[in-house]
């Protein structure tokens, strides 16, 4: 009897586990971050500057290196992208990622490389490097370190 009563918890529990409502509440970390740079990604090709820059900490402690540059803070991230793809004479193209390597680092952290590729409409095509640093705050995951290099 009690055989059968663990073979039926273990059964159930097996079951719940599997169930597609428990797997999209519960992704891995590569999951979670992954859809935070598939939302940026989307956001980007959408115009929408704020909507991509929620996928980075919003603190005055994010770094972001670029072009042989550093910015420091959110703001300061935000003020740079807007004058390098909103800016007079500037448009965003259309962004993707490539390449995608996601290592965690412990519970909470994890480094991201890869490869970004932008199709403006004049035709140009930049694209680069990059590694992310993420870590997982109360709200999800973020990137409080960006350090991207054109190619």
Known sequence: MRNA??????????A?????????THDTPEAAIRAVMDAQ????NHHDLE?????????????FF???KQAQGWQAALERYRKAYQGEGHQMGELSFADLRIEML?????????????????????????TLIFRRFPQGWRIVHDHTCSD
């Open 5 to 14: 009563l663990l073979t039926a918890l273990a059964t159930l529990t097996v």
């Open 51 to 63: 909507g991509f820059m929620a996928g980075y900490w919003n603190s005055p402690e994010l770094t």
């Open 16 to 24: 719940l586990l599997c169930s597609p409502a428990y797997a999209q």
């Open 106 to 130: 412990g519970r909470d952290a994890a480094f991201v490389r890869g490869r970004f590729h932008l199709n403006m409409p004049d035709g140009k095509q930049p694209q680069g490097l990059f």
């Open 66 to 68: 670029s072009g042989g």
């Open 41 to 44: 990604v989307k956001a980007w």
